[in-house]
């Protein structure tokens, strides 16, 4: 069974950098794509960033392009989101996804096409 973890949320002001980290274990994530969601009070969860674990291919929301970085690594499971210049917009509970079916590119942004989730973690900018 595949547990997603995440860590590294908090508060920050706008402009401010946070790195979120996404744990996982039970299953070795290879040929599949990781993705980092995040839901706004009120709001639907939307599509934030994805990975493909085999060629590292990216693929963001127009909203956080140029601002967010994903990554992973290999050798401990795990993948981030690094996100820089943040603004009040951004303020969501951020969750981690894995979609646990043989992918080649990361192209994947709706809910239903990942597998397993995280139980989120809050991020809230401050202006």
């Known amino acids: 069974q595949v547990q997603l973890v995440e860590s590294g949320g908090g508060l920050v002001q706008a402009g401010g950098s946070l790195r979120l980290s996404c744990a996982g274990s039970?299953?070795?994530?290879?040929?599949?794509?990781m993705g980092w969601f995040r839901q706004a009070p009120g709001k639907e969860r939307e599509f934030v960033a994805a990975?493909?674990?085999?060629?590292?291919?990216?693929y963001y929301a127009d909203s956080v392009k140029g601002r967010f970085t994903i990554s992973r690594d290999t050798v401990k499971n795990g993948w981030y989101l690094q996100m820089d210049s943040l603004n009040p917009s951004d303020t969501a509970v951020y969750y981690c996804?894995?979609?646990?079916?043989?992918?080649?590119?990361?192209?994947?942004?709706?809910?239903?096409?990942?597998?397993?989730w995280g139980q989120g973690t809050q991020v809230t900018v401050s202006s």
């Open positions: 996804a894995v979609r646990l079916r043989f992918s080649i590119n990361p192209y994947y942004t709706s809910i239903g096409e990942y597998d397993s």
């Open positions: 990975i493909n674990w085999s060629t590292a291919t990216t």
């Open positions: 039970g299953r070795t994530f290879s040929r599949y794509v």
